[in-house]
């Protein structure tokens, strides 16, 4: 969203590129959204710019107050089924809460560290050719698990010493951010099987007692 409205600014008449465009993300929303542009001019190019930027700003706001609303909910519940997933670094409640449905969806398929891999799309997919050996970027899985990695890779490689040391030694082996990437996600898939293992072992064994 804020995007958009940063393209729009990008766009539009230079009286209103100025100000706004300087603007960080979060106050460019609470300025847009406080304008009362008037709608009878908005065949103006100004007004009717101030009018999109107004919009798109209070839907940022509608949907963050609505995102906020759901994390309350999502949070505990989450905290009381995996509370060792929400240890792990990078892992917030919205993305504990999509592996989890992703792995309770298909517990038959939890049987392997790479059959986890696999139902996220992070397992590795020979690509190579001659003496070149790679791998390429696996499409399948659930694609919504493969965000949720996504995440917390986004996370680790701004916030995680270790991560950041295992990118540059990655790059000075001359290997792409996306092969970069593809790794960690991989990685990480390991550590979120072995948790959700250790949850499902422990909850089959308390049933069994």
Not at 9 to 27: F, K, M, S, V, Y
Not at 29 to 40: F, H, Q
Not at 125 to 145: E, I, K, M, Q
Not at 181 to 195: H, S, T
């Amino acid at each position: 969203m804020a995007r958009q409205m940063k393209t729009l600014i990008i766009t539009a008449p230079e009286e209103l590129r100025a100000a706004p465009g300087e603007l960080g993300d979060r106050q460019l929303i609470v300025t847009c959204a406080a304008w009362r542009p008037d709608g009878k001019r908005a065949g103006e190019p100004v007004v009717a710019a101030r009018l999109a930027l107004r919009t798109l700003a209070r839907r940022h706001q509608r949907l963050g107050e609505e995102i906020a609303g759901l994390e309350e909910i999502i949070t505990p519940l989450v905290t009381d089924i995996a509370p060792a997933l929400l240890a792990l670094k990078g892992v917030g409640a919205d993305v504990a809460g999509k592996l989890l449905v992703t792995a309770g969806e298909n517990p038959e398929r939890l049987r392997s560290e790479a059959a986890f891999a696999m139902l996220c799309g992070v397992a590795p997919l020979p690509a190579s050719s001659g003496r070149t050996h790679r791998h390429r970027l696996n499409r399948g899985g659930d694609r919504g698990a493969n965000a949720a990695l996504y995440r917390i890779v986004l996370c680790r490689l701004r916030w995680d010493e270790r991560t950041k040391q295992y990118t540059q030694r990655r790059t000075t082996e001359v290997l792409s951010k996306k092969e970069i990437i593809r790794g960690l996600k991989r990685f990480i898939a390991r550590g979120i099987y072995q948790v959700l293992t250790t949850r499902i072992t422990t909850e089959q064994l308390t049933t069994a007692a």
